[in-house]
T-cell receptor, first 111, second 114 residues
């Protein structure tokens, strides 16, 4: 069964600190992996996308890594800001636009 | 630039009433269109997707239906709402069927069925 599991479920960090969110998947065949940021009550916005051959991808203070062998991905946020407070969703694509969504990690950046 | 609109933003409906949610995309042609539902504490669930006018694929059997009367218009409907239909409904579009095509989401509709 295709599944995407994210950890932790929720996280509170102080403004300016770094954090790392985890994503483990059991999707086959694998096409690509995306990280989305979803502000409360809004639609998700794409942060990064990685294919099988890519190990890391950065978007400003966000850096995603992918280990296709262990089927793990992480999203590292550097020097967190209050605006980083949101849910972060890991999404794995299998086949033609078949997406498997994780349940997300809710991040709260505290001043 | 492309934009995606959804309305209404929020909706409170009684059980058994009909439903119609609308999604429109501007600034692109022949997009792939998607309807998702996000229940509280759950991941996004793909309900329907469409690769062209009148072409609808259903991912999950339910009492919902979708239609695409125009190239950039996608409608989600129900004849009789259930309590379990409550959730956050998101419409999304993508440029095509490429494996790396990103989906762009609309602002969502919060539906509460009482």
């Amino acid at each position: 069964k295709n599944q995407v599991e994210q950890s932790p479920q929720s996280l509170i960090i102080l403004e300016g600190k770094n954090c790392t969110l985890q994503c483990n998947y059991t999707v086959s065949p694998f096409s690509n992996l995306r990280w989305y940021k979803q502000d409360t009550g809004r639609g998700p916005v794409s942060l990064t996308i990685m294919t099988f051959s890519e190990n890391t991808k950065s978007n400003g203070r966000y850096t995603a890594t992918l280990d296709a062998d262990t089927k793990q991905s992480s999203l590292h946020i550097t020097a967190s800001q209050l605006s980083d407070s949101a849910s972060y969703i890991c999404v794995v694509t299998t086949g033609f636009q078949k997406l498997v969504f994780g349940t997300g990690t809710r991040l709260l950046v505290s001043p | 630039s492309q934009t995606i609109h959804q309305w209404p933003a929020t909706l409170v409906q009684p059980v058994g009433s009909p439903l119609s949610l609308e999604c429109t995309v501007e600034g692109t042609s022949n997009p792939n269109l998607y309807w998702y539902r996000q229940a509280a504490g759950r991941g996004l669930q793909l309900l329907f997707y469409s690769v062209g006018i009148g072409q609808i694929s259903s991912e999950v059997p339910q009492n919902l239906s979708a239609s695409r009367p125009q190239d950039r218009q996608f409608i989600l409907s129900s004849k009789k709402l259930l309590l379990s239909d409550s959730g956050f409904y998101l419409c999304a579009w993508s440029k095509g069927g490429g494996r790396t095509d990103t989906q762009y989401f609309g602002p969502g509709t919060r539906l509460t069925v009482l």
